[in-house]
């Protein structure tokens, strides 16, 4: 039977951040079958990358989404969404 994506819970490196921080959130795939598609949405959309917001795939299972430095325009919500043959997942911050 094929396995759906199951993403431990997501959270960033602080509660809060000023502008000038640096933040980071780590989304994490436990389980499911490969291949795993891990993306990022911001605000219900898809995440823009800049030079400021960076995100970086760690082998199959791992993303990592850094904003250095954190300015005014980065507060919202960030989503997670892993996706196989099998089925999505979606965490929020």
């Not at 000023?18 to 598609?37: T, Y």
């Not at 990592?64 to 965490?91: F, K, W």
Request: hydrophobic fraction near 40%.
């Amino acid at each position: 039977v094929p396995e759906p994506p199951e993403i431990l819970a997501l959270s960033f490196s602080a509660d809060q951040f000023i502008e000038g921080d640096f933040a980071q959130s780590n989304c994490v795939v436990r389980k499911g079958d490969r291949p795993i598609l891990i993306s990022w949405l911001f605000n219900g959309r898809p995440l823009l990358l800049s030079d400021d917001v960076q995100v970086d795939k760690v082998g199959s299972r791992t993303s990592i989404l850094t904003i250095d430095p954190v300015r005014g325009h980065n507060q919202g919500n960030y989503t997670c969404v892993a996706s196989n043959p099998a089925g999505e997942m979606a965490v929020y911050t």
